[in-house]
Every structure is written in structure tokens, then in C-alpha cells.
């Protein structure tokens, strides 16, 4: 199933409640949270107190994606505050396949993701243990920037090989993601679509419709 992960990083914070109550009227089936440390990624976002608190504002999936150094020491708080799958950056993680197992542990679904200019052959030793790959089609760390065009081959890439091992393993895209261009990563194979500014800019309720018919078309 495809999937619409709206990203509120590009919502207004002040309104953030009633704005996640709209993506989530219309339709759109997860929350991307992003959280940034200003190490691995050069700005900061927000954490678990802002999670806690829009945590009631809805029931659809909240999909954490950590952009942050050595993340396996925030792992739990990231489950306390609510978060059904956690993603963690291949690149910021010294032991993978350790982190991965310490997110399954708590009961939650495993994500890895990969920079732009990390290869897909990087994680596949445990491409078998996650339930989501996240192939960034921008450098994390900043909403509204330009998709790079090679990430839509290492979607395909990836889809190969993850069907002709028989895995069930999910592919998420963020950044840079529109509704002219989201078309070409679903060809690709990425089933779960990430959107901030083309959801947050403008008319909220109109751009998840335009998304979701994208994808169930
Ligand atoms: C980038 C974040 C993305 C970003 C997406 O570091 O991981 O989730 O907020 O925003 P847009 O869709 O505006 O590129
Ligand atoms: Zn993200």
C-alpha cells in the first residue's frame, strides 16, 4: 500500500495540533517527524517534548526519522513519546545492526536510512532485520530543498533487490519530494512518500487530497 508521511517540519508551529488534525482528516496515513541534533545534520528541530504533546492530536502512524549522531541512546524516549517507527541514518549509527535490534526490541518498526551519496549496497547485510529503508532524495537537514534526480535510480535499485529476495521492506523518499515529481519515485518503487513544503505551503487539506490520488491512482 502507498502511503502519504506529510512532514511537519514544514508546518506552522504555532498551529501545530490543528494542523496535524488536518493532514490526518485528509487522509494522509503517517506523521514524518524529523529530529535533528545540529551534529549529524547541520540545523536542530525539535524532540521528545513536542512528540509527547502532539502524540493525542492523532492515531495515524508517527514515523520518527532521527538525524542525529549515536542515536541508540535516545531509542527508548523516542518509544515512550510515541513514535511506531524509528529511523535511523546508516551513516550516523558505529554499530547497525545493534541499533536496529535495539529498536525491534522495544516493540517498534525498524527503519535505516541512506544520504544521497551513500550506495544501496551499504545496507544490505541487514536489509533482512528493518521494515523501511529511507532513501533521502536531498542531504538531510533542511525542508524545501531541491530533489537530486539519482536518487530515483537507487529506489529502483533497491526494489530489485528487494523483491527478488522476497523481503517485505517498505521504501520511503524525503526531500525535495513534489507533485510533479513524486509520480517518478513511485514508478521506482518507494511506496512511502514523505512531503513538507508541497503539503504545508498553501492549502494543507487540498495538497494531501492531490497527493493521495497520486498514489492510489
Ligand atoms: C530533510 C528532512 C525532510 C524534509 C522534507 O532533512 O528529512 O523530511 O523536512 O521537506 P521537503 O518536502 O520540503 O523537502
Ligand atoms: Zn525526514
Redesign the pocket.
Known amino acids: 500500500m502507498n502511503c502519504l508521511s506529510p512532514?511537519i517540519?514544514?508546518a506552522d508551529f504555532s498551529q501545530l495540533g490543528d494542523q496535524i488534525r488536518i493532514i490526518d482528516e485528509a487522509g494522509a496515513q503517517y506523521v514524518?517527524i524529523?529530529v535533528m541534533d545540529g551534529m549529524f545534520?547541520p540545523s536542530i528541530s525539535y524532540g521528545m517534548p513536542v512528540i509527547k504533546c502532539i502524540r493525542p492530536c492523532t492515531e495515524r502512524v508517527f514515523d520518527a526519522?532521527l538525524?542525529i549522531e549515536d542515536p541508540d541512546r535516545y531509542i527508548d524516549e523516542f518509544v515512550k513519546v510515541g513514535a511506531d517507527i524509528i529511523t535511523v541514518h546508516a551513516e550516523a549509527c558505529k554499530h547497525l545492526d545493534r541499533t536496529i535490534e535495539a529498536i525491534k526490541e522495544k516493540g517498534v518498526l525498524a527503519g535505516v536510512a541512506i544520504n544521497p551519496a551513500t550506495p544501496v549496497s551499504q545496507i544490505l547485510p541487514i536489509l533482512h532485520k528493518v521494515n523501511m529503508v529511507l532513501i533521502m532524495s536531498?542531504n538531510?537537514?533542511?525542508?524545501?530543498?531541491k530533489m537530486i534526480p539519482y536518487t530515483i535510480e537507487k529506489v529502483r535499485e533497491l526494489k530489485k533487490i528487494i523483491d527478488e529476495k522476497g523481503y517485505e521492506v517498505d521504501i520511503e523518499v524525503?526531500?525535495?519530494?513534489t507533485l510533479e515529481n513524486v509520480e517518478q519515485f513511485l514508478a521506482a518503487g518507494a511506496n512511502i512518500i514523505?512531503?513538507?513544503?508541497?503539503v504545508f505551503n498553501g492549502d494543507i487539506e487540498e495538497n494531501v487530497k492531490c497527493f493521495l490520488d497520486k498514489l492510489n491512482a
Open positions: 512532514s517540519l514544514a514524518h524529523d545534520v526519522h538525524m536531498v538531510p537537514g533542511f525542508g524545501g530543498q524525503d526531500g525535495g519530494i514523505v512531503a513538507g513544503s508541497s
